[in-house]
């Protein structure tokens, strides 16, 4: 099949997309690396009647220190991230995360920026931005907004940004010596979409955890903090006990939803799983 | 795909009742709903358009009611089409029931689709599916003037 017939823009600049989306309204598309889009126009599940391509826009490129921050901007690709020395020195859950993502060809023209703002609620990007305390900034024609990775992610495919809204670039407070992390994920196929998937993140204390991240993806509408898990966990001795105290208590709290060929309760033995394997990992 | 669910709406059944049976009230409820008439007593016709994630697919469809309980429960069958996007169809029961505070609506949902949709979107059906439940109920208290009570906060009697 081919899409539908579409005007196609590609502005060099910012202000001239953020124009070019405010006049074009809720028929526009934004368009960078194009790995969920165009399989959704070709399907025709989507008829927009304009695409604007933002790939020429210097605002949103490039992965930058800044002091205590690293800024990834909205267009780095998968396989930029995968690559850089900057994300393997500050922020290494997302080069650990990285090889997750589909396969090579995708990796390499699928975006940052494009798979948060998408917001599947099984990729990646979105749940290691959680772990990772993320800020989201975000351009609209009234200027700049912050906003914190948890107010992000609101629903299934629904993120707190509006119709005439671009994600510019992420901020990530850069790791320390004592930051530990576990990336995990179990899918049928390297590739494929994860069953469930955890990205975890702590500051390492001797026998102790502190300041946990667990964020569970791939098992419900959204990514999932599992926070009564973390406090849980948090500034305790870990030993076997705590674990299997831990395990079922992520168990409890995440609220699963089942997808046609995994129930709910496979999903919530899953999290266990991950969970177990991370701390473990984490503590070695 | 089955979906079942309950909801508590802070208005009384009869109320409820008739919201569920009012078509202007149903769309403003229903999410995307471009356009909703009543055939006949028991039939109704829509149009409405979905959006949920990149899917932005316009569903032509037709609910059919039957086994009619006056403030207490019917069935209804459904199908809809959206062209080269795919079909659903299926069937739900709705129940309403008293309770603290409101009315408990119970719903349960068995459907199938097929199509483009089903293919790419099988995996997040159930998720999308609940998404649209979910929207309808809070957009449908909020026509009552109510709104939709947290089951957690629902002190049970049993």
């Given at each position: 099949m081919k899409s539908a017939a579409f005007d196609y823009v590609k502005p060099g600049s910012l202000t001239e997309a953020l124009g070019l989306l405010a006049e074009a309204g809720e028929d526009a598309r934004l368009i960078a690396g194009g790995q969920t889009l165009l399989a959704t126009l070709n399907m025709r599940l989507s008829e927009p009647s304009v695409l604007i391509d933002?790939?020429?826009?210097?605002?949103?490129k490039g992965i930058t220190l800044d002091g205590k921050h690293l800024r990834i901007g909205a267009l780095v690709t998968h396989t930029e991230i995968e690559e850089s020395d900057l994300i393997a020195k500050h922020a290494p859950l997302l080069k650990a995360a990285?090889?997750?993502?589909?396969?090579r060809a995708i990796r390499n023209l699928g975006t940052w920026g494009g798979s948060l703002a998408y917001g599947?609620?099984?990729?990646?990007w979105p749940a290691c931005s959680l772990a990772l305390n993320a800020t989201m900034i975000i351009h609209s024609p009234s200027g700049e907004r912050r906003v914190a990775a948890s107010d992000f992610f609101i629903d299934l495919y629904t993120?707190?940004?509006?119709?005439?809204?671009?994600?510019?670039a992420t901020e990530i407070p850069i790791a320390d010596s004592a930051q530990v992390f576990c990336f995990q994920e179990l899918a049928r196929?390297?590739?494929?979409?994860?069953?469930a998937g955890l990205a975890a993140v702590a500051q390492k204390q001797g026998d102790m955890l502190t300041q946990c991240k667990f964020i569970f993806f791939s098992v419900g509408a959204t990514p999932l903090m599992a926070g009564k898990t973390q406090s849980w966990i948090d500034g305790k001795n870990l030993n076997e006990q705590l674990i299997v105290d831990a395990v079922k208590t992520a168990r409890e709290e995440i609220e699963v939803i089942a997808d046609l060929t995994n129930s709910a309760e496979a999903k919530q033995h899953l999290v266990g799983v991950l969970l177990e394997r991370a701390l473990k990992q984490m503590m070695a | 795909m089955e979906l079942n669910g309950e909801q508590l709406i802070a208005a009384p059944i009869p109320e409820v009742w008739k919201g569920l049976n009012d078509i202007d009230v149903l769309a403003k409820s229903?999410?995307?709903?471009e356009e909703i008439n009543?055939?006949?007593?028991?039939e109704i016709h829509a149009k409405v358009m979905f959006k949920i994630g990149p899917v932005r697919a316009r569903f032509a469809g037709k609910l059919l009611l039957s086994d009619i309980v006056e403030d207490q429960s019917c069935s209804m069958a459904f199908e809809g089409s959206g062209g080269a996007a795919g079909f659903a169809k299926g069937k739900s029961r709705v129940e309403l029931k008293p309770a603290d505070g409101g009315t408990l609506v119970c719903y349960t949902t068995e459907a199938s689709i097929g199509g483009k949709l089903g293919q790419i979107g099988g995996r997040l059906i159930s998720a999308s599916a609940k998404k649209i439940a979910d929207d309808f109920f809070q957009r449908f208290a909020a026509e009552l003037g109510g709104e939709i009570i947290p089951l957690e906060d629902v002190p049970t009697e049993e």
């Open positions: 933002i790939t020429n826009v210097e605002e949103l990285a090889p997750h993502i589909a396969h599947d609620p099984a990729a990646e993120t707190s940004l509006e119709p005439d809204d671009i994600l510019v196929r390297h590739g494929d979409y994860a069953v | 229903i999410p995307g709903c009543r055939i006949a007593p028991e």
